[in-house]
Nanobody, 123 residues
Framework: QVQLAESGGGLVQPGGSLRLSCSAS????????MRWYRQTPGKHRELVAS???????NYDDSVRGRFTISSDNAKNTVYLQMNSLKPEDTAVYYC?????????????????WGQGTQVTVSS
């Protein structure tokens, strides 16, 4: 089994910063891609940023230049540093990890989700 544990959400004023963390644990063989999504009520979950196992990163236009995604492969952890936060960044943020894991005598590849962490940007 694989578990993801998120932390770092909270309430921050506009212009402030927060750092989200997401750690994966379990019978992990290899992490392929780590992503951060966010969702607000009534809207689809949207991709915010992603980082591959070789360090290639991508950002949604709405956060490029303000958010930074990074990872610590030794700890199976992905981070999202969020600076210059705006009220429209308010959402529940979810980490998503695509990985290879042990599966009996073989292995399987799949996507796993964190439980979500609330980020609220308000004065």
């Amino acid at each position: 089994q694989v578990q993801l544990a998120e932390s770092g959400g909270g309430l921050v004023q506009p212009g402030g910063s927060l750092r989200l963390s997401c750690s994966a644990s379990g019978s992990i063989l290899k992490i392929n891609v780590m992503r951060w999504y966010r969702q607000t009520p009534g809207k689809h979950r949207e991709l915010v940023a992603s980082i591959t196992d070789n360090g290639s990163v991508n950002y949604d236009d709405s956060v490029r230049g303000r958010f930074t995604i990074s990872s610590d492969n030794a700890k199976n952890t992905v981070y999202l540093q969020m600076n210059s936060l705006k009220p429209e960044d308010t959402a529940v943020y979810y980490c998503n990890v695509n990985l290879n894991r042990e599966y009996g005598s073989t292995w399987s590849r799949g996507d796993y989700w964190g439980q979500g962490t609330q980020v609220t940007v308000s004065s």
